[in-house]
């Protein structure tokens, strides 16, 4: 259900696992005006050249850094499959996401509506904050096909980037709104066009 604090911006959560078109929906919801922040975005600026977590992360993974930034492929290698080091990592990044997005809330407080792009919004991130979760699905053959065609994925990386997410069907249970990129690109358009003029409503 929807809910809104008064005098803020009602913000949405938009998530989805690998490979569903969460990115693409996200744009779909900017495109129609809605401010986006981007959670994977505000990590390849924190770990990208300059990023103020680069050197943290090298202290923490060795070798895992350049005057490039991170590299994310060796970052991944190094915690994927490793709780322990996983939460090492997410423990330096959350905070500095956090206060990003804070950032963003405070410049755009008199938008109607704002759109939080956080992929793993129930495994790890929370809904409290949420007033609107908008999850963003596809068949499993769609998904398994787009992710394999991802430059160097494979069949067991894929496996287990699923195994930490929540399963899909158990997220589309928990949305306010369901966006099916399985269809045409137009027909996502449409969806996300739907949502956002029937929020629009709910605010008026």
């Known amino acids: 259900m929807t809910k809104r604090n008064p005098g803020k911006p009602l913000i949405i959560g938009l998530t989805g696992s690998i490979g569903m078109g969460k990115s693409t929906v996200a744009q779909m919801f900017a495109d129609e005006g809605v401010p986006l922040f981007d959670a994977d975005a505000a990590v390849h600026v924190l770990q990208g050249p300059g990023g103020s977590l680069v050197v943290e992360i090298e202290e923490l993974f060795p070798g895992t850094t350049s005057a490039a930034g991170v590299d994310r492929q060796k970052l991944g290698a190094a915690v994927l499959g490793d ?10 990044i959350h905070p500095a996401v956090g206060k990003m997005r804070m950032e963003f809330l405070a410049d755009n407080q008199n938008a109607a509506m704002v759109l939080f792009d956080i992929p793993l919004l129930f495994e790890k991130s ?4 949420i007033d609107h979760i908008v999850v963003v699905s596809a068949s499993e053959d769609d998904q398994r096909r787009r992710v394999l065609d991802r430059p160097g994925m494979t069949v067991d990386k894929f496996e287990k980037i699923k195994a930490l997410q929540m399963p899909d069907a158990e997220k589309r249970k928990q949305a306010d709104s369901v966006i099916d990129t399985s269809a045409s690109l137009e027909e996502t358009r449409q969806q996300v066009q739907i949502c956002v003029q029937k929020l629009k409503a709910d605010l008026a």
């Open 126 to 129: 929370g809904t409290a904050a």
């Open 83 to 92: 709780p322990q080091a996983l939460q090492r990592l997410e423990q330096l």
